[in-house]
């Protein structure tokens, strides 16, 4: 069975920190573009950053630039979400999501991703 586990959610306050991590069954994430997501209550899945399978390389949106680091971990097949200084306003469901779309190449479409997470709460609050 292939599928995607996200932990590490949970309530906070305003600059604190979490870990959120990824976690992949049934296949191996090394291929794969991992993307992580969030859906906040009314609003649109958005993009929050994504790390490419080929180079490493990393995208962020501009709104957690500076404070979210995205990592990947071939040998434990996981990757990983730092987030600092979180504010209020990241509070949403976060998804992590697998694409070999684009020859493992970061794409900010979800239309793009093969396999999702079933998400993990993060709260913001004081």
């Known amino acids: 069975q292939l599928q995607l586990v996200e932990s590490g959610g949970g309530l906070v306050q305003p600059g604190g920190s979490l870990r959120l991590s990824c976690a992949a069954s049934?296949?191996?994430?090394?291929?794969?573009?991992i993307g992580w997501f969030r859906q906040a209550p009314g609003k649109e899945r958005e993009v929050v950053s994504c790390?490419?399978?080929?180079?490493?390389?990393?995208y962020y949106v501009d709104a957690v630039k500076g404070r979210f680091t995205i990592s990947r971990d071939n040998a434990k097949n996981t990757v990983s979400l730092q987030m600092n200084s979180l504010k209020p306003e990241d509070t949403a469901v976060y998804y992590c999501?697998?694409?070999?779309?684009?020859?493992?190449?970061?794409?900010?479409?979800?239309?793009?991703?093969?396999?999702w997470g079933q998400g993990t709460q993060v709260t913001v609050s004081s």
């Open positions: 049934g296949f191996t994430l090394e291929s794969y573009a």
């Open positions: 790390v490419n399978a080929r180079d490493g390389s990393t």
């Open positions: 999501a697998a694409s070999r779309k684009w020859s493992g190449y970061c794409s900010l479409s979800g239309e793009d991703y093969d396999y």
